[in-house]
């Protein structure tokens, strides 16, 4: 049963639910006043809500009028270690604390969405969860994976997922999408360099963990260049060197943090070992060793083809011509909605909040700010993909059936 949707929110409310939210922002694992702010919303729809005992997140139950396919709908809760810049009356009231990467505006956005939905629940069949997420930003684990450990993909069992992600490099009434891989996966490694220390008088007489350092950081990039496949998207990159004891003894140690990004789940897999070689080749040139953590963070973020179409039709429904961007470049940023599409279809897609000033207020960034009318068309590109997905998953299952 699919009926037009009905919208009884309206943007004001959101941009309300957005204001309370940005003003208010806790970081990752401690987003408990975020989360009864959100309870008090979805109990006062009336809306069926289970918490966990572990971390903040919520999961909302919208029952149809009748059984049918499962959908669910997430958004994530969790603000940044950043210190507003902007000058609004809706700043953060938490010094060196920010929403400065949209998740309030996802956060009301899946509230205007729960209002709809259960507002129109007797006119469509199946059942929608609304996912709340803790801890997005706490890579390289984050809060997808504890809320799927809790089961909010089952009891029913989940069909299909949809996400959104404001996205200020696209201007307010554009969306972009694309089929298959559309973020990164993120890993994070540290590689301790371990020689032995001398006065630099004598350097001869130690092992420099700093001149080993400096032909590693040059092998990370030929890993890259002349042992992937260059047609693969992949970076290593290093963002901290620690090292040295003073200024004339030869270093013992040094330290090296960094970051690994791939659209490829096997070009993923390959580079721990090819990392662990070339350390281990130029250590023992030298006379060292070394020791490397690896540590697994989100996977790729893959779109499935029918939930992606299902996403394209209805924002151009929705948005003028043009204005529906179907096969945009793959961002390297990563995001843990991959772990849900890791094990069920889904679609992610960027929702254009910029204006004339984005260039300025990027995201991650204290000037970050949105175009708050963007509110309004995530809530019903979400609210129109999850009842249009409710109608196709049901005949996807018939299909399947009658063979």
């Given at each position: ?89 809706y700043k953060s009231t938490r010094e060196g604390i920010m929403h400065a990467c949209g998740h309030d505006g996802h956060m009301a956005i899946l509230l205007g969405v729960a209002s709809a939905l259960q507002q129109s629940r007797d006119k469509w069949s199946g059942t929608v969860k609304l996912i709340f997420q803790p801890a997005e930003e706490a890579a390289p684990y ?262």
């Amino acid at each position: 049963m699919f009926n037009e949707p009905i919208l009884p929110y309206t943007l004001s409310k959101m941009i309300e639910w957005r204001r309370h939210l940005h003003a208010h922002p806790e970081l990752s694992g401690e987003e408990y006043q975020t989360r009864d702010f959100l309870l008090k919303q979805l109990q006062g729809m009336g809306i069926h809500t289970r918490t966990f005992a572990t971390h903040a997140g919520i999961l909302g139950t919208i029952e149809g009028q009748y059984p049918g396919s499962v959908i669910a709908l997430r958004a994530d809760m969790d603000a940044l270690p950043i210190t507003e810049a902007n000058d609004v009356v809706y700043k953060s009231t938490r010094e060196g604390i920010m929403h400065a990467c949209g998740h309030d505006g996802h956060m009301a956005i899946l509230l205007g969405v729960a209002s709809a939905l259960q507002q129109s629940r007797d006119k469509w069949s199946g059942t929608v969860k609304l996912i709340f997420q803790p801890a997005e930003e706490a890579a390289p684990y984050g809060g997808a994976a504890k809320m799927i450990e809790d089961g909010v993909l089952e009891d029913p069992p989940v069909d299909s997922i949809f996400g959104l992600h404001m996205w200020p490099e696209l201007p307010s009434g554009v969306i972009g999408i694309r089929r298959g891989e559309i973020m990164a996966s993120s890993d994070r490694f540290t590689l301790k360099v371990l020689g032995a220390a001398s006065h630099a008088a004598t350097p001869h007489q130690g092992t420099d963990a700093i001149l080993m350092t400096a032909d590693i950081l040059s092998a990370l990039s030929r890993i890259i260049h002349r042992q992937l496949d260059p047609r693969e998207t992949a970076t290593i990159s290093v963002g901290t060197i620690h090292g040295g004891e003073r200024y004339n003894v030869v270093a013992k140690e040094v330290t090296i943090e960094g970051t690994v990004r791939t659209l490829n789940e096997e070009i993923r897999s390959q580079i721990p070992e090819k990392i662990r070689q070339m350390a281990s080749g130029i250590c023992a040139g030298y006379g060292g060793s070394f020791q490397l953590e690896y540590s697994f963070g989100y996977p790729c973020l893959s779109n499935a083809a029918d939930e992606t179409g299902l996403v394209i039709m209805t924002a151009n429904r929705l948005l003028k011509s043009g204005h529906v961007l179907t096969d945009i470049k793959p961002n390297l940023g990563a995001e843990d909605f991959a772990h849900y599409t890791k094990r069920i279809p889904g679609a992610y897609f960027l929702l254009g909040c910029g204006d004339k000033n984005s260039e300025l207020r990027p995201l991650h960034n204290g000037n970050f700010d949105m175009d708050e009318r963007a509110l309004l068309i995530g809530a019903q590109i979400l609210e129109e993909t999850a009842l249009s997905a409710l109608t196709m998953v049901s005949r996807r299952k018939e299909e399947i059936n009658a063979k």
